[in-house]
């Protein structure tokens, strides 16, 4: 694909200022499509077995707040416990 590019280019000073016109809108793409995954991923856990995949977030969403997230937090945020 960038060998196709180097090719097609006109020149030196157009290839860089494609590249550089295109990376914002790349990465703009590439966040939007994390952003959406991120909020997605659910939704195989409860497809594989809905009344299971409702028990099995349940239980991770517990696990979490009353195991992990006080330790998670003091680890993270040691610095502002001493001020």
Known sequence: MLFGEIIAATGFVDFFTEQLLELPFRFLT???????????????????????????LAVIYFLFTYLIKEPLEKWLFHDEEQS
């Open 30 to 56: 590439e966040s939007l499509g994390n952003l959406v995954s991120a909020f997605l991923w659910p939704i195989p856990l409860l497809q594989l077995s809905p009344p299971w995949g409702i028990a099995l």
